[in-house]
Each structure stands twice: as C-alpha cells, then as structure tokens.
C-alpha cells in the first residue's frame, strides 16, 4: 500500500470520527441525523475495504 | 429531541443494515474465486509474482498456468481477462486450460489477466456481479469484473496518466486499465507491474507468439478483429482468411496504432522480440445504446435496440436476431489462437507450437462453452487451481 493510500485511510478514520462526534452531541434535529449517517456510508465501505 | 438515545440507536442499527445488505454482495464478490481444473497439459501453476516481485501479496497477483509439450519448440502466451468486462478471453483460455495437450512447445497461460479488475464492479452501469455459463453438470459462476482495476488496490488516480516509457499523456483511468500500462516496470503503480511481469515472461521464456483477448462494443470499429503490428500482420492476415475459408467466420484484420502508448499489441512489439495479437470479439454487452446490462443479454447477446440500429446500417459487424452469443465469441477466439498458432508454426517450423484438445468455432457453438469445462467437485482437488 503507498504512502498516499495509507494517509488516505487515515483520513477516512479522521472524518468518520467527527461524523460520529457530530452524530453523538446532535440534540434538536432528526434530518442532520439522518444526513450525517448518510455521510458516513461511502467513508465505512472505504475503510472496511468493501468498495 | 424527544427519545433521542433511541432515536439514535435506532438509526444507527438501520445503518448498520444498509452497510451489511449493500455492501455483503460486493465484499463477497471480491472474495469470491473461481475454481480452475489443470487440464491433461498443465505442468506447472505459477504466480505472477514470480516474474514480477512487486505484486506479491497484492489483489493483482494472478496465476500462471505453464503447458509443457513433449518435444521441444516455441513458446506461447494467452492472456485473458486484461479487461474483466470482457469474459470471452477469459473463458476461451479456460478452455484452453483444462482441455489443451501440447505436443511441441510452451504455453504460458494467465486466464485472468488484470485479477484486480475482476474483483472490481460498475455499479453505475449496473452490470451484475456474476454470469453463470451452463455445463453439461449444472452452471459454473463467474465473477463479472469492470474494465479497470479496483482502486482498492490501487488509488489514487492522476489527473493525468503519463505512459512509461514514452510519457504520452493517456486518460487518469488509464492508469487502472492494464492494455494502457504496457510494457510497465517492476516499482511503478500496480498495473505497470502486471504488464512487467507478462514482458518479463516473454522476455525469459523466450515467448514466440503473445495473444490477448478482448471484446468490443459492435458499434466500435475495432471489432470482430485481430489487431496486429507490423511485425505480425502476416500471420495474422493468414489467420484471418483461412478462418474465413475454412470455418466461415469473418475475423478483420486491424493495423496497430503506431501513435497509441500502452497497448498490448504495441508495447511487446516495440519492447521485445515476441509476436504480439490482440483479438477483438463483438461483445453487445458493452454497447451503449441496449436494454438492461443483463446475464442473459451478456450470454445471447441479443438485444432489440441493436437489432434496430443494424437496420439503419449503424454497427460495424453483421447483426441479426440471433445476437452475438457467448459461444460464438469464445469459439472465434480458439479458433483464431489454434490458427495463429498453426500459421506460426508453418513459417517457423523450428520453433513449432502444436496444440491439440481445444475445439473449434462449430465444435463450440454446436456443444455450448460450458461443454468444456470440467467439474471442480470431481476433480483431484490438487488440480484444482483457485484464482
């Protein structure tokens, strides 16, 4: 795996946690839920190596 | 937010669905190998690796299936699946696999030539993710791959693909597509290293005749051809017409490109001694303008928007409503390799590659692909290759 692959997953790893965070301390809205857990479909699939 | 830990919990765990219903089948497929039974002339099963170091323990290391002859004489390459949209090459050097006996020469097999490719998908053409080919036992399944090699295993793309070595500037997915990344190099991005390890073997074994098989689109004027550098127009012109003659198939031959970087049948030209083909089987399938990218339209090939298009004279090959079915694809590439071969042979009779065992354009369409394959499940499971 190159340099750029591995620095691109840690990435992923950094975004989806402050979409976690995000989805954690979210209080008032259902929609941002929804929209933040759709963010985090292709960041998961990527870091799990699915697609 | 009313109920908000189970609010979250709840759509938390309707994620978790989502990941395991729609990504399950892509992991699967990814995983998922096929089941190649040695045939009567398979010697040796080596990996690419071997040839090329860099592709140990990646997902673009692939098997080499090496047929010894009894006596001695010229070597061969068949590579299939260089794009794994296009599974006519793949299952024609299968065919060659588990039925071919050589009785002169080498033959170097790689039936899935870009495996990265094959385990990739195109979701956005909504291809399927296998084809079952029937058998004279129950249906065989086959990964259906994408043209290019997942960025799984290799990412990310350059804005731009500059080939090595001639730095002809080539679309950034050229640079996943391995007939762009002839003749490669042994460090450079995955799918150069393929490519190395292929021109690594014909330049060690001392390859004679290299043949790597495709399918077009029947609305792409390179279809339904061999395509052939200068070195090898001759014997493919020979091949050409005595298919023509004598099975009563057409099969064009088609100038290589002098000015296109990174093709197969110009790279192993300009960078070696060995005679490159590259044939080209009509593939409705991969045609734009179809129904849905259906297994049955990949197997039968026919489709009703083509049909109509033949009408108004707008694809380069005949078409009628018969399609353009697997079994004649697959037949047209046997046929034309026994040919290639056998036309080699007579102009270099020292260096003769005799093959017998492989059936022929009408054996092939009268008995069906799947005729030919042997059944994994009653094989000695030492002769059964995973791949």
Redesign the interface.
């Known amino acids: 795996m190159t340099l750029?692959?591995i620095a691109?997953y840690v990435l992923c790893a950094f975004l989806l946690a402050l979409l976690a965070a995000d989805?954690?301390r979210e209080?008032?809205?259902?929609n941002d839920?929804?929209l933040t857990?759709l963010v985090?479909?292709p960041l998961?699939?990527?870091l799990?190596?699915?697609? | 937010m009313k109920h908000e830990i189970l609010v979250k919990s709840g759509l938390a765990a309707g994620l978790a669905a989502l990941l395991i219903w729609g990504g399950l089948p892509l992991y699967r497929h990814r995983h998922f190998d096929l089941s190649i039974v040695e045939g009567p002339g398979v010697g040796d099963v080596m990996r690419l690796s071997a040839y090329s170091p860099g592709l140990a323990g990646t997902m673009a290391d692939t098997s080499v299936f090496v047929l010894r002859g009894r006596e001695p004489g010229g070597a061969a390459l068949l590579l299939g699946d260089t794009h794994s949209n296009e599974p006519e090459g793949l299952l024609a050097t299968l065919i060659f696999i588990e039925n071919a006996v050589v009785d002169k020469g080498t033959v170097y097999i790689i039936p899935v030539f870009n495996n990265s490719g094959s385990r990739n998908t195109r979701a956005g053409d909504g291809y399927p993710l296998y084809f079952d080919v029937p058998t004279d036992w129950g249906a065989v399944r086959f990964r259906m791959g994408n043209r290019d090699a997942s960025p799984l295993d290799q990412w990310p793309d350059p804005d731009v693909y500059i080939h090595y070595p001639e730095r002809q500037m080539l679309s950034y997915i050229d640079v996943r597509n391995v007939n762009r990344t002839w003749p490669g190099r042994p460090a450079g991005p995955l799918m150069e290293r393929v490519t190395y390890g292929a021109m690594e073997i014909m330049r060690r074994e001392k390859v004679d005749v290299a043949v790597d098989m495709h399918g077009a689109e029947t609305m792409f004027p390179v279809t339904n051809c061999i395509v052939a550098p200068e070195r090898s127009v001759k014997i493919a012109t020979l091949a050409a017409l005595t298919v023509k003659a004598a099975e009563g198939f057409e099969d064009h031959v088609e100038p290589s490109p002098a000015g296109f970087r990174g093709l197969s049948h110009r790279e192993i030209a300009d960078h070696s001694a060995t005679m490159p083909f590259l044939l080209e089987a009509p593939i409705p399938f991969l045609d734009q303008p179809t129904g849905p990218k259906t297994t049955k339209l990949l197997m039968d090939g026919k489709d009703p928007f083509l049909l109509s298009l033949a009408g108004k004279k707008k694809l380069f090959v005949p078409y009628d409503a018969s399609g353009w079915s697997m079994d004649r694809r697959v037949g047209q590439h046997c046929s034309v390799v026994l040919e290639i071969l056998r036309q080699f042979s007579r102009k270099n009779p020292g260096k003769a590659i005799v093959i017998r065992g492989v059936p022929r354009y009408a054996d092939i369409v009268r008995q069906g692909v799947g005729h030919y394959f042997a059944d994994p499940a009653k094989a000695d499971a030492k002769k059964v290759v995973r791949n």
């Not at chain 1, 209080?27 to 259902?30: E, I």
């Open positions: 750029v692959m691109y989805f954690v209080k008032r809205s259902r839920l929804v857990l985090m479909i998961i699939l990527r799990l190596r699915v697609k």
